[in-house]
T-cell receptor, first 111, second 115 residues
């Protein structure tokens, strides 16, 4: 059975802290891994990772994939209250390209 | 950036009633999906649709569910006889496929409440 496991389940930090969110997976026919941020409703796309060892960066956020150890991390530096959200990891599997989601990490950034 | 739009944003219905959730995917996208998220739980795949037919569906997507692309722009999810456990946020998503670009973009969701 396909599995995507995120840790921690929730995290409370202060503004300015750096956080690392983890995602491990076991899926058949892995194609890519995606990170989303979910605030009130729709997940909004952050990163798509297909190759090991290549860091993707967008402002204070960065992410990297390790296809040998089957995990990815999402880093957020200098956190702000606007970073408070649920961060979802999802893996694209198979040729139907459906996403298998993890349960998410709830991040709360206190001012 | 282009958006996937969904209507209505909220739908309240009585158990046993039919509901149709509507989505307008991004215009040049080729693959369409429905996902749902029961409150406090994971986002779950329901169905994928390509070239006017279902390409994959989950165990959740039983005979009570159907999808349609009636006019080349809308993409609908119908639940024929709603049950209490169908209460969830339903997300439509779409993507285009160009080489390795598989970025899936989600709509803002329809919150379905079955009473």
């Amino acid at each position: 059975e396909d599995k995507v496991v995120q840790s921690p389940l929730s995290l409370v930090v202060h503004e300015g802290d750096t956080v690392t969110l983890n995602c491990s997976y076991e899926v058949t026919n892995f194609r890519s891994l995606l990170w989303y941020k979910q605030e009130k409703k729709a997940p909004t796309f952050l990163f798509m990772l297909t190759s090991s060892g290549i860091e993707k960066k967008s402002g204070r956020l960065s992410s990297i994939l390790d296809k040998k150890e089957l995990f990815s991390i999402l880093n957020i530096t200098a956190t702000q209250t606007g970073d408070s959200a649920i961060y979802l990891c999802a893996v694209v599997r198979g040729y139907g390209n459906k996403l298998v989601f993890g349960a998410g990490t709830i991040l709360r950034v206190k001012s | 950036e282009p958006e996937v739009t969904q209507t209505p944003s909220h739908q309240v219905t009585q158990m046993g009633q039919e509901v149709i959730l509507r989505c307008v995917p991004i215009s040049n996208h080729l693959y369409f999906y429905w996902y749902r998220q029961i409150l406090g739980q994971k986002v779950e795949f329901l169905v994928s649709f390509y070239n006017n037919e279902i390409s994959e569906k989950s165990e959740i997507f039983d005979d009570q569910f159907s999808v349609e692309r009636p006019d080349g722009s809308n993409f609908t999810l119908k639940i024929r006889s709603t049950k209490l456990e169908d209460s969830a946020m339903y997300f439509c998503a779409s993507r285009t496929y160009r080489g390795s670009n598989e970025k899936l973009l989600f709509g803002s969701g329809t919150q379905l409440s079955v009473l």
